[in-house]
């Protein structure tokens, strides 16, 4: 069993038998972390005895610690593990992932591959790129700006982010414009202080995409097609309000086009305008019920009244 110089943060809430199943999962990995950090908001302790347990099966291999949520959200979670973690490398881990065979080892010997590499992370065999149709490539070029054989792994016009593809032809390990925080490993020393901004609160929508557009500044990110897991999102009450993730979708993705990628003129406003409108109409291409659509149409609004009185505050 190798042991890595890395500390696993894990943000959960009432999840503990999804989040049990997602230790076992590592545990059965030719390499472990030296320490895993749970960040955990629930109001019951069932998640903290999951934690023991598994702190008792790893015995002295590796500091297993729970922590209690100071405050409750995704982004701000990760901060708190962030915050008393010893470990060189910081790896984030959602909580319902499960891993397949050799997965940590490839994406450990991938990070130490090139001095460069800031950040590496996992490929999700449920949740990949395909090629698009005729519809989404045309927005997709509307977006870059250009016409590309492919557009996986990019962020395209007014933060528009695409998973990386899976195909045998790729190498093991794909350059890529940004990184998801479902299984994903940083060099400490690449990241910023704290690593998410107080502006993601919640479900902290597009948080992943700005902390490692933040890292790409100075360093390479990769995606490692063979360190493989599959992603088995839960639902949750950060899910439930579907006008609030509406809401919370416009307002990040505008924070992330203005303040990370500083992408302020008029064209980058009417990409974002199209962007989401194409997103309320594929919604309905969908077959989304009523309820469901106009749940989105209120999202879309709210984050545009929101986004009018932050625009008039930072002009008075």
């Avoid at 708190?80 to 790896?91: F, L, T």
């Avoid at 557009?151 to 093991?172: F, H, K, M, T």
């Avoid at 995606?223 to 999102?233: C, G, L, Q």
């Amino acid at each position: 069993m190798q042991i890595l110089p890395a500390s696993v943060v894990i943000p959960t809430r009432h999840r503990a038998q999804v989040l049990a199943r997602t230790l076992d999962s590592l545990l059965v990995q030719n390499a472990l972390p030296t320490e895993l950090i749970v960040v955990d908001a629930s109001v019951d302790d069932d998640t903290r005895r999951i934690v023991t347990e598994f702190g008792v099966k790893v015995n002295k291999c590796c500091r297993v610690l729970w922590l209690g949520a100071e405050t409750c959200g995704a982004a701000a979670q990760r901060n708190q593990g962030v915050a008393v973690a010893a470990q060189p490398v910081i790896w984030f881990m959602d909580d319902d992932i499960i891993f397949e065979p050799d997965c940590v080892s490839r994406l450990w010997a991938a990070l130490q591959s090139a001095p460069e590499i800031g950040g590496v992370n996992a490929m999700i065999t449920n949740q990949c790129y395909q090629a698009p149709g005729r519809v989404s490539r045309f927005m997709f070029r509307l977006m870059a700006g250009e016409d590309c054989a492919s557009y996986a792994g990019r962020i395209l016009g007014p933060a528009v982010n695409l998973l990386p593809e899976d195909r045998d032809d790729l190498s093991e390990v794909v350059p890529v414009e940004w990184l998801n925080t479902t299984c994903t490993m940083y060099r400490r020393e690449a990241l910023p202080e704290p690593p998410f901004p107080t502006h993601f609160t919640g479900y902290s929508l597009m948080e992943d995409v700005t902390l490692s557009l933040l890292v790409a500044r100075s360093w390479k990110l990769a995606n490692v097609r063979t360190a493989r897991i599959f992603h088995d999102s839960q639902p949750g009450t950060h899910k439930a309000d579907a006008v609030a993730l509406s809401e919370m979708e416009l307002v990040n993705r505008h924070y992330v086009m203005t303040r990370v990628l500083v992408r302020c003129r008029w064209l980058d406003y009417l990409r974002l305008g199209l962007w989401e409108c194409f997103q309320l109409a594929a919604c309905v291409a969908g077959g989304a019920k009523r309820a469901a659509f106009l749940a989105e149409v209120r999202g879309k609004w709210r984050a545009l009244c929101h986004l009018c009185v932050q625009t008039k505050d930072t002009i008075l």
